[in-house]
């Protein structure tokens, strides 16, 4: 099965901080990774889907890149309402595995 | 608008059953997957499997064979998650997420919606 590993597994960051999280998978996936964003005791919200295309709706200032087997998810500008836990995912195949996450707090 | 509403917390005790349902609304529900997601608490997301809502036909991850049935009432748009011989290990949210596109041809697709959640807490 293919893995999928998130780092950092944790990070904190000043309000505007370009903040960069990285999901790496252990076997090409092509595109077909999702960003979640999971607010404390919320359900996870889709961001990203097919690495780089922001859901409709979801603040400009998040972006995704990659393919293949490294990706990463940056908050070009950290704001407080964006503390929360954030998942990668892999989509193209089962299992349908998830990164470990990054929770990302304000310093 | 697309939605997925679960069915309410459930406490039960060790060696018990739960049912814990997802009623779709706002899109052809044999149109796409339905897959399963187990969050413990202080935990990541696990995905648990999915079932084909066109055919019936389940798929199992690792680790959830055995006790953890997935159905369908088509009828009422709903899917189902079933938990047998409960542990106190079973304590955990469980959420359906919408998945792949089934019709006119399977492709892959991301979780959204996601329901609510269902907290499931197994304690004696």
């Known amino acids: 099965d293919i893995q999928m590993t998130q780092s950092p597994s944790s990070l904190s960051a000043s309000v505007g901080d370009r903040v960069t999280i990285t999901c790496r998978a252990s076997q090409g996936i092509s595109n077909y990774l999702a960003w979640y964003q999971q607010k404390p005791g919320k359900v996870p919200n889709l961001l990203i889907y097919?690495?780089?295309t922001l859901r409709s709706g979801v603040p400009s200032r998040f972006s995704g890149s990659g393919s293949g087997t490294d990706f990463t998810l940056t908050i070009s500008s950290l704001q407080p309402e964006d503390v929360a836990t954030y998942y990668c995912q892999k989509y193209n195949s089962a299992p349908r595995t998830f990164g470990g996450g990054t929770k990302v707090e304000i310093k | 608008q697309v939605q997925l509403v679960q069915s309410g917390s459930e406490l039960k005790k060790p060696g018990a059953s739960v049912k814990v349902s997802c009623k779709a609304s706002g899109y052809t529900f044999t149109s796409y997957a339905m897959n399963w997601v187990r969050q413990a608490p202080g935990q990541g997301l696990e995905w648990m499997g999915w079932?084909?809502?066109?055919?019936?036909?389940?798929t199992y991850a690792q680790g959830f064979t055995g006790r953890f049935v997935f159905s369908l009432d088509t009828s009422v748009s709903t899917a189902y998650l079933q938990i047998s011989s409960l542990k106190a290990e079973d304590t955990a949210v469980y959420y359906c997420?919408?998945?792949?596109?089934?019709?006119?041809?399977?492709?892959?697709?991301?979780?959204?919606?996601w329901g609510q959640g269902t907290l499931v807490t197994v304690s004696s």
């Open positions: 997420a919408r998945g792949d596109i089934l019709t006119p041809y399977h492709r892959y697709n991301w979780f959204d919606p």
């Open positions: 079932i084909n809502t066109n055919t019936g036909n389940p």
């Open positions: 097919a690495a780089s």
